[in-house]
């Protein structure tokens, strides 16, 4: 049995089947895909297991095994994020309904032009970052490869995304921050939301920031770091990092959602599928870890 709840818990194999007899299979067959080559994102069940086999523990033989292990890695939803399509396939019609629901309720797509900033980058790891501007709703993430597992390299302990505010926003309007899904170090990061001398912690759970513009200074957003690094260079961290969505919007302005203005619902299909399966000598890679842009750290049996 080999269960990982989420993509940073790396115990994932990877099957290469070879010399092999070939048989028909159907199988249930889901399709998520965006519009208009949107990229699909993940805005809710993180707590669902990514790679989950535990249905193996009653096979009776090396081909069902191969075939339940493929089956899970090749089908995980975390493959599906960033792209503008997926393909998920299943080999009950129950296990596709209830794939289908997961998707409708936990992926949305993000539409095209939307501002996507990485906290943790090269370009932000100083206090001289490059200022930005507010462009409607915009999507800050912790690294490029969320949800993969994130790294920190060299001595940086501060990263910080500036967005600049102007006079006429100033007592007039306010930041609000959607906290899509927020998983740091508790003991040694924290995340902010800063304006002119005011401070706000982003913590999973608070839902909806606000922060009120009440200087002529920018906008800020930073990650803080007091953990020891533990390699000379990089050090890789166990956590999924964070989303989240930012506006800045009118003072008065009562604020539910601020995700809503550019996301939009996944179009899930599904329908039966046959494809030729083969059986016969087989050799399996061990993944035992991940790199920073989410490939994975191989050991071949």
Known sequence: MITATGPALVIVC???????VATDMK?????ASCGNGDPMIQISGYNHPYFDIDSLEHV????????GIKESIENSAIFCMWKNQCKIDKTTRKDIFKTEGWFKKNMRCLKNGTKVYDLISNATNSGDSELENFSGTIIVRSHEYFPWNY?????????????ITGETHVEKFKVALQIVFSEIHSKFESLFLVQGKRTVNIVQGSGIVELDVTELKHVEVELKS????TSPKCWDSANKGFLLCLRLVEKTQEIRTVCDDVMYDVTVETKEH????QFGNTSIDLCFGMKGDGTCILLQR
């Not at 990877?14 to 092999?20: C, F, G, R, S």
């Open 60 to 67: 009776e033989s090396m081909e069902e095994s191969i075939i």
């Open 151 to 163: 790294r920190f390299c060299d001595d940086t302990r501060k990263f910080v995304l500036r967005f």
């Open 27 to 31: 199988h249930q067959r889901l399709h």
């Open 274 to 277: 046959t494809e030729q399966m």
């Open 14 to 20: 990877i099957l290469k089947l070879i010399d092999a």
């Open 226 to 229: 007091t953990r020891p690094l």
